[in-house]
């Protein structure tokens, strides 16, 4: 039932034409959804082995040993289908691993209570969906931030992170600058203005409505390291919340 369904989402999406597949060929975008839609459901989260918390965040129980933990905003529809999709064609265009669209807000060591999935999951509960304006799309020779689009902060974003950062006391994000990588690859000068010249994405903000966290190697300066993360929490954000309230919410355990 659920390749189905997801077989028939695919289709009527490249049935209404959409506007990014003019540099991802429509059968390649069709066959690379249904597999990521497939696998979504399936591995995401282990719904046999997982704890729910209070406003539906799944936590997963499964074994994992990776000692870090990223805090993730991730993209509601459509834009997280289009920057998936820009994120799969260039995964495969230069043979590096693919991952799902994000901005990664904080960073710090796993502890063994977890407290740092309860203080994720409170925080979802009082902080509502984030907008994030699109600033351009740029290059360095890091390569978790080899090529990227630059995100604008705000109130919220600020707010959201400074109750991480006083809850959890810890982050490897010293220069906290709002992005959301499109590849992790660094690549030459020529490659770089061709990217540039060829992609274009159809909007200039992008709205971010889930949660995750993120279990993840203690560096990621190798290709090595950026397969075998695990989601360890899955949750969204309050759409009715106030944003006052997260000066309250780590206080809520």
Known sequence: VIVHREARRCVDRCERGPSFCHFVPLQIWLIQRFILNCFQHRAIIDLSRSEVFPGGARMNKNDCLLPRVAIWLVPRQPERDILQAVIAALADRFSVPEFVPHATIYSCRRSTPQTELAVTAALARHCPPLTLRTAGMTFTDRLTRAFFVRLSSGKTLQWLRKALQTELRQT???????H????????????????????????????????????????????????????????????????DKIRKCVHEK
């Not at 490659?191 to 540039?196: M, N, S």
């Not at 966290?213 to 075998?228: D, F, Q, R, S």
């Open 172 to 178: 490897s994000i010293e220069d906290f600058n709002p």
């Open 180 to 243: 959301l990588s499109l590849l992790y690859r660094v690549l030459p000068v020529s490659d770089r203005a061709q990217l540039i010249e060829e992609i274009r994405l159809p909007f200039d903000e992008i709205v971010f409505d889930q949660i995750w966290a993120v279990a993840i190697p203690e560096t990621l300066n190798a290709t090595e390291n950026l397969t075998g993360w695990q989601t360890l929490l899955h949750c969204r954000l309050d759409s009715s919340a106030i944003t």
